[in-house]
């Protein structure tokens, strides 16, 4: 079974900076898309980033020039460097990839479990 693991999350200042991690481990065979969505309280849960298998990445608007997407095949983690936070950017944090998993044919979306970013003076 395929899973993904976050972490980075916490408590910061307005205008400060973290760094979310998130690891995919199990019997992969390959991972295409990567990404990174955020659900805050009482809203529904909305994209910030996506990167390819190839690297080519897309950011919600709010979060262009903000936020920053990477990701390491080898590894099978993908990463988002968050600068300028805001009180608006707290929420829970969740990493999305298409797997192909040892067995299968299809590739699967898998979801992690969340990590919770607060900001906050």
């Known amino acids: 079974q395929v899973q993904l693991v976050e972490s980075g999350g916490g408590l910061v200042q307005p205008g400060g900076s973290l760094r979310l991690s998130c690891a995919a481990s199990?019997?992969?065979?390959?991972?295409?898309?990567m990404g990174w969505y955020r659900q805050a309280p009482g809203k529904q849960r909305e994209l910030v980033a996506t990167?390819?298998?190839?690297?080519?990445?897309n950011y919600a608007d709010s979060m262009k020039g903000r936020f920053t997407i990477s990701r390491e095949n080898a590894e099978n983690s993908v990463y988002l460097q968050m600068n300028s936070l805001q009180p608006e950017d707290t929420a829970a944090y969740y990493c999305?990839?298409?797997?192909?998993?040892?067995?299968?044919?299809?590739?699967?979306?898998?979801w992690g479990q969340g990590t919770l970013v607060t900001v906050s003076s």
């Open positions: 990167i390819t298998s190839g690297g080519r990445t």
């Open positions: 999305n990839a298409a797997v192909l998993e040892a067995g299968s044919y299809l590739y699967r979306e898998v």
């Open positions: 199990g019997s992969i065979i390959s991972i295409n898309g």
